[in-house]
């Protein structure tokens, strides 16, 4: 390599590696061994909207209330995925991405990028044989949602879904409990 470009080459490395460590330093692992997903899913099934009844806070949605996830099949076989949530002040933030199924053996493990050729892991680490709720994650154990098809579920449902996400080994003080208009 030419000595002219090597030095920026290794600074810009040194910058990107820090910029990574400064966004890992966020986010605190709740979970240093993730399991793999339990269950096969049925992407027919998995369709449709969601709502976030509790989540490990992130950045990207900083005071978001109401937050809900829309997905649909594409006609390239991809899943559209639609975010939604709203902020303090009453305005609704979207984000649009799409994902696609990695593991076609269960369904399970997904990529979901909203940022162009960018894709994150998508875990379906548990649901409920009737779709009616989902423990999501990732294999890193930085990140975790639990969705339900209800809105307002109750907390006796909310607080067996907060077990069964500590029986998965992740750290419930963690959670932030969404809240649904």
């Known amino acids: 390599m030419n000595r002219k ?7 810009l490395g ?10 890992f330093s966020k986010h605190p692992v709740g979970n240093r061994a993730v399991p793999e997903p339990a269950k096969t899913v049925e992407i027919s099934r998995y369709l449709g909207r969601w709502y976030e009844l509790a989540r490990y806070e992130q950045g990207f ?12 099949q594409r006609e390239d076989g991809m899943i559209s995925v639609l975010n939604r949530c709203r ?3 009453g305005t609704i933030k979207d984000a649009k991405g799409r994902a696609k199924i990695v593991d076609p ?14 894709y994150g892991d998508y875990w379906v680490l548990d649901h409920a044989d009737d779709y ?6 990732e294999p890193s154990g ?17 607080d067996e ?4 996400v500590r029986a998965l080994g992740y750290d419930t003080s963690m959670l932030r409990i969404t809240q649904q208009p």
């Open 142 to 158: 930085r990140y975790l949602w639990i969705l339900g098809r209800d809105a307002t579920p109750g907390q006796a449902r909310l």
């Open 5 to 11: 470009l090597l030095i920026p080459a290794l600074a």
């Open 105 to 118: 053996a269960t369904n399970a493990k997904l990529k979901v990028s909203f940022f162009g050729p960018f």
């Open 132 to 137: 009616s709720w989902s423990i999501v994650g």
């Open 161 to 164: 879904l907060i077990g069964r």
């Open 14 to 23: 040194a910058l990107a590696l820090s910029g990574c460590a400064t966004v």
């Open 87 to 89: 902020k303090p002040d």
């Open 61 to 72: 949605q900083k005071d978001c209330e109401g937050v809900s996830a829309d997905y649909a």
